[in-house]
């Protein structure tokens, strides 16, 4: 079937703009999370949902980063008066339950200048 | 706090050779570690899954090993082909934070033919 597809591939937005992200993940895959990877280094761990609920947003750097899950499946990260440290590839990923492997999407780059 | 380490951050090898990558984590209680590989401008693929009771597992032309108790996995790759050029990830998913996975820095990978 059809991996975890990440909407638009390419963000390029000005200093203070609001921008949305849009994940949909696997189909049947109750986990997905939200990663944030700057160049040359490992993801960073943003949100969990699992369902329609956020279990774990601890990662979420400050208040201007939103995400829902509202019909446990397509998730959008939303993001309010974008800073140029807001850029990065924004990656996200499904999981089915349990102790299973993580899927992730392309991730979408995000420009802000 | 969980820290992931890998080592090399670089390795270019020529064609044919036999390799090994390694990651280290600070934090033995752990649920899983995943190995992924990434393309430039690409997500994360999953190559394998190692749960925290398991030694090894194997896929094809890689095997990746786990000691818990040192805070220790390896990625071996045998008779490493050009495509095989990427940068691997290796991240834990611990067993006290929470569901999310953490990631280390990666190592790039040149296979030259």
Known sequence: GAGVSQTPSNKVTEKGKYVELRCDPISGHTALYWYRQSLGQGPEFLIYFQGTGAADDSGLPNDRFFAVRPEGSVSTLKIQRTERGDSAVYLCASSSEGNSPLHFGNGTRLTVT | ?113
């Open chain 2, 1 to 113: 706090k969980q820290e992931v380490t890998q080592i090399p951050a670089a390795l270019s090898v020529p064609e044919g050779e036999n390799l090994v990558l390694n990651c280290s984590f600070t934090d033995s209680a752990i649920y899983n570690l995943q190995w992924f590989r990434q393309d430039p401008g690409k997500g994360l693929t999953s190559l394998l899954l190692i749960q925290s009771s398991q030694r090894e597992q194997t896929s094809g032309r890689l095997n990746a090993s786990l000691d818990k108790s040192s805070g220790r996995s390896t990625l071996y790759i045998a008779a490493s082909q050009p495509g095989d050029s990427a940068t691997y990830l290796c991240a834990v998913r611990p067993a006290d934070y929470g569901q999310n996975f953490v990631f280390g820095p990666g190592t790039r990978l040149s296979v030259l033919p």
